[in-house]
């Protein structure tokens, strides 16, 4: 039997402020992209930073308002969830497509270590589960059946961006 993942982890910047918006029926969303780019040695031993990838996330309820309360602009985050495509029709009537992450784990600027990859580990070992980055709220490890919302959960046109 074949076994299938569907993960993704990265370590950047954000771009832009996070967007909170609400669904018609209360659910928070919130919206931002981090800029990551690959580091390499060149023959002579210096270091090169390659091509910036920028990542579309998504986040939903309480971390999506966690995120809008705790991030900013340029912050270094850790993100982690899996890769979702939606599609839709714009107002001109072409179809377009969009590929996500949408975000089970996000850890802030206060628990991401600022040196350079080249300078030691770019995550600090955390000894449980990462909590959601709001600093005030006490995190619970998420429920197996407390599912975060899929887009078989959500109409499309519930996505207010």
């Known amino acids: 039997m074949a076994i299938n993942l569907n993960r ?28 990551t780019n690959r580091r390499y ?9 390659g091509d910036v990838e920028f990542h579309e996330v998504v986040v939903w309820d309480r971390l ?17 969830g899996r890769l979702a495509t939606r599609s839709w029709e714009g107002q001109d009537g072409a179809k377009r497509t969009k590929t996500e992450m949408v975000a089970d784990t996000v850890i802030g600027p206060d628990q991401v270590n600022r040196a350079s990859f080249g300078d030691g580990p770019a995550v600090r070992p955390a000894a449980a589960p990462a909590a959601p980055v ?7 490890a998420p429920s197996p059946t407390a599912a975060p919302a899929t887009e078989d959960d959500i109409n499309i046109e519930d996505i207010p961006f």
């Open 41 to 49: 040695q060149d023959p002579n031993g210096t270091w090169i930073d």
């Open 64 to 80: 999506a308002e966690g995120c809008n309360k705790a991030l900013k602009k340029g912050d270094r985050v850790f993100v982690s």
């Open 134 to 140: 709001a600093p005030a709220a006490p995190a619970a």
């Open 8 to 35: 993704v982890e990265v370590v950047g910047n954000l771009t832009r402020d996070p967007e909170l918006r609400y669904t018609p029926n209360g659910k928070g969303v919130a919206g931002f992209a981090v800029a």
